[in-house]
């Protein structure tokens, strides 16, 4: 049974599958369930947000609140979840923050936002099944 699963989200539309894979998968025990919903934000795109909305603090609440409603539907199926956001290069902050994390299971979208991403298994999916040392499910 898995009762802390790791769920890595960019916002994409595979996301917001793997999110609703996870909840199919513990719908059955859904009470004993904690799901970390974590978001890896790299150098541009943060970059990209700080000129976006001004400064470095303002940037990282509109990214917390970008997955509020995400947070809000997890909990509305009856589990409890969190949001973290992560710095770093998405692939390797993930695996480190996940191998790190004691987690049951990890989900994950089979492609991101990223447009060569859409040619190919996301690298940042593939990086992850090789290197996270727990159950991987990659959601298409």
Do not use: W
């Not at 890896?40 to 609440?61: E, H, R």
């Not at 589990?79 to 390797?92: F, K, R, S």
Request: aromatic content about 8%.
């Amino acid at each position: 049974m898995y009762t802390k699963i790791l769920l890595a989200s960019d916002g994409s539309e595979h996301s917001h599958r793997a999110i609703d894979e996870a909840l199919k998968m513990v719908d059955p025990y859904k009470d004993e369930v904690h799901i970390e919903v974590v978001y890896a934000v790299d150098g541009d795109q943060s970059k990209k947000d700080v000129l976006k909305y001004g400064d470095s603090d303002t940037a990282s609440l509109k990214r917390k609140e970008k997955f509020q409603s995400t947070i809000e539907y997890i909990e509305a199926k009856g589990l409890a979840a969190d949001i973290t956001i992560l710095h770093g290069q998405p692939a390797e902050t993930l695996i480190e923050y996940a191998n790190e994390g004691d987690y049951d299971c990890v989900l994950v979208g089979s492609r991101g936002r990223n447009k060569f991403q859409t040619l190919i298994l996301g690298s940042v999916s593939h990086k992850v099944v090789k290197y996270i040392q727990c159950p991987v499910v990659v959601v298409k």
